[in-house]
């Protein structure tokens, strides 16, 4: 063969890639980019601080790491296993542990958002849950947005940190970190996060006043009754 036609190893590794990725796989890792962008658009994100993950048959789509969204391509998407295995090559996130925990320990989640929002991080940083001062608040499960104490990131201990603040929510903030935000859908995760980081910031908004008065424990569990259903939740994914 005439040495001109001969790729480079990581070439042709890239164009095998790109012809072995069937219509839907493409489709549902553009879905992964597409949320991505929509995160630093909607300004509850910045830079490559973010990380997505979608469950795929018996394992998980993951973006890599500190790779900029508006650079990333379906092929970039990572594929994994719940046996910590990534499928090809390349690196994932580096927070891949919490967002396989997840995964495999919430069968009513398909996807994982996480973020760093300014206001959601605020009240990291002030190691704060955000208490029921809005109805709103039990979109997410509860009666609060539980703040995850402190580990570093990427760890095991982060990612336990992470699940036990989620138990029966859909969203947790991790202390001095950010956000997380789950779903049944990447729909309905997206959806959520943009929620609490509204929520974090009437919450941050009300603290230049003092403490907020809270919704009673009476309301609160009526408003759970209620929103079960609400949006996102209830549309077709
Ligand atoms: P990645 O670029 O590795 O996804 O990490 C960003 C981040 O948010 C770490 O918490």
């Keep these: 063969m005439r040495p001109d036609l001969v790729l480079p190893a990581d070439s042709a590794c890239e164009l095998m890639k790109r012809a072995m ?10 879905s992964i980019i597409d949320a991505c962008r929509s995160m630093n658009g909607l300004g509850i994100n910045q830079g490559t601080s973010g990380n997505i993950s979608l469950r795929d048959g018996d394992g998980f789509l993951i973006t890599p790491t500190s790779m900029p969204y508006d650079e990333m391509k379906p092929e970039d998407i990572i594929e994994m296993r719940f046996d910590h295995s990534v499928v090809g090559d390349g690196r994932p996130s580096s927070e891949w542990r919490f967002h396989l925990d997840i995964l495999r320990e919430r069968a009513d989640v398909n996807a994982v958002v996480h973020a760093h929002p300014i206001h959601c991080t605020t009240i990291a940083i ?20 539980r703040c995850a104490p402190y580990a570093t ?45 509204n929520l974090a910031h009437q919450y941050v908004n009300c603290l230049h006043f003092g403490e907020p008065p809270l919704l009673t424990p009476e309301e609160v569990e009526n408003v759970a009754k209620r929103i079960a259903n ?8």
């Design 21 to 30: 990725l069937s219509k839907a796989a493409r489709a549902k890792r553009q």
């Design 230 to 237: 609400y949006g996102v939740y209830s549309a077709p994914k």
């Design 153 to 197: 990131f990427g760890t095991q201990e982060l990612s336990d940190n992470a699940l036990a603040a989620l138990k029966g929510r859909k969203a947790c903030l991790l202390a001095h970190h950010g956000m997380i935000a789950v779903g049944d859908s990447l729909r309905s995760a997206m959806w959520l996060a943009v929620e609490v980081e």
């Design 126 to 145: 002030m190691e704060r849950s955000i208490p029921p001062i809005h109805y709103m608040v039990c979109a997410a499960g509860g009666d609060s947005i």
